[in-house]
């Protein structure tokens, strides 16, 4: 279980930590602390789901929407949506949601469309030829997550990057608890080129795109973010089918010099403190003034919030203001949290560009808010949690596409490298090996 750190409502509502205590170490260790494995019963739950849906396909995934999304459907025709509904929910937006849903597709269509890669290849001077292909995924599936929380800009982020990457079919799937559809998903859907939406949800949902069933198409890969039996789901079937990552709370590292506006600050830290209770906002700064002004405006601001109970949950369990000696320490403690998003509230942000090497997303300067990044800045907001940037990347059309090696040996070529396979198969006492290559060497 994740320790948490608090302190008392006295002291306000977020941790205040110090890099130079003696115990900065331990408490930041536990503050970032997270586990995102599920249980055992989770687990076995989700292994039945899956079990259950490969082997009765739609007649389970039917029986699984009636009990836990509380409908009443009696085949898969009614947990099925057409381009035209599709495009009648984009019609009927007012025009302001209908322009901005617009707007946010079009700047992350090309930023995504300067992602593609390009295959290559290169003649060497015995006429051998190398080089890469590269090509889409045939199919991919989208999971967005229904109920508490609906999110159109997660079906813009997933599937127009696999449009972009030349997914040849798009296929999502969301919940629809007691029916209820939200009309901003499914002109999101409609915007970003998808195929077909199925009105299913949790691992079922999952288990239906990794193996496929009477109604549903198998997939080759499934991005999208869900709750616990979602992620869980996912892992399982990792290697039937490919994933995207293992989402954990959202995160967000802000660093300042003291010269923004506190409130701005405060916002921020919010704006992904109301995600979930788990989410994690961390502010750092060498300033102590400036972070007492932080932590003042956190306090006065906090009860004007629609969601006040979550973020005051969010910062006094997982938040904190750290007070560091200077840009040295405030980069060592980027590259150590490693946050998904990243801001950069400074006055030279390009020059500390070079030094930060884990981050998900960075956010430059004072005036790049993330949640322009959540919504119609461009780049992908799909991005690696839990210190998973060392690693790992943003969501992109590369994640939509595979790579295939071309090797065309002239007979010179075939002759020259066989000699040198020869020598290494034989060393490795691959003799059939050795000799394929043999046939090829000329006299």
């Known amino acids: 279980m994740t320790t948490k750190v608090t302190q008392t409502l006295a002291q306000g509502v977020i941790s205040r930590l110090v890099t130079d205590e003696a115990d900065f170490d331990a408490r930041l260790e536990s503050l970032l602390a997270w586990e995102g494995v599920s249980d055992a019963e ?9 079990a259950d849906v490969k082997s009765r396909g739609d007649a389970a995934l039917i029986d699984y929407s009636n009990r836990l999304d509380r409908l009443q459907v009696t085949s898969m025709v009614e947990l099925t949506l057409g381009q035209a509904r599709l495009e009648q929910a984009y019609e009927g937006l ?53 109920g508490k929380a609906t999110y159109p800009s997660s079906v813009l982020m997933n599937a127009i990057p696999a449009h972009v990457a030349g997914v040849r079919e798009i296929i999502m799937v969301v919940p629809t608890p007691d029916g209820v559809l939200n009309e901003l998903v499914l002109a999101a859907a409609y915007l970003a080129g998808v195929d077909h939406v199925f009105t299913l949800g949790g691992a079922q949902a999952v288990a239906a795109l990794a193996y496929g069933t009477e109604t549903v198409p198998r997939v080759d890969k499934i991005v999208g973010p869900g709750n616990i039996y979602v992620a869980t789901a996912k892992r399982a079937v990792f290697g039937q089918v490919g994933i995207d990552m293992i989402a954990g ?21 919010f704006s992904q ?37 979550i973020v005051r949950e969010s910062l006094a369990s997982r938040g904190a203001l750290i007070q560091c000696r200077g840009r040295d320490e405030a980069i060592s403690l980027i590259n150590r949290i490693a946050p998904e998003h990243l801001e950069l509230s400074l006055s030279d942000p390009d020059d500390w560009l070079p030094d930060i090497r884990h981050a998900g997303a960075i956010f430059m300067g ?78």
């Open 249 to 269: 709370p959202s995160e967000i590292l802000v660093v300042s010099d003291g010269d923004t506006d506190p409130d701005w600050l405060a916002m921020d830290l």
């Open 273 to 309: 403190a109301e995600h979930d209770e788990d989410a994690q906002a961390i502010l750092v700064s060498w300033d102590a003034a400036h972070l007492d002004a932080v932590q003042e405006a956190i306090d006065r601001l906090l009860p004007t919030l629609e969601r006040e109970a």
């Open 42 to 50: 989770v687990k076995a739950r989700v292994d039945a789901i899956l």
């Open 366 to 443: 004072r005036h790049t808010a993330e949640a322009l990044g959540d919504y119609c800045a461009g780049p992908n907001h799909v991005l690696p949690t839990s210190g998973t940037a060392r690693f790992s990347s943003p969501l992109g059309v590369y994640d939509f596409q595979k790579r295939s090696s071309i090797i065309h040996c002239s007979p010179e070529g075939a002759s020259e490298l066989g000699r040198v396979a020869s020598v290494l198969a034989r060393g490795e006492a691959l003799t059939a090996h050795a000799r394929s290559a043999e046939y090829r060497i000329k006299p």
């Open 94 to 146: 007012p025009a302001e949601q209908r322009g901005a849903l617009a707007t946010a597709a079009e700047r992350i269509r090309l930023y995504h469309e300067r992602q593609k890669p390009e295959s290559w290849r290169y003649t060497e001077a015995d006429g051998s030829v190398l080089g890469q292909q590269v090509a889409p995924l045939d199919r991919a599936g989208i999971y967005v997550p229904g």
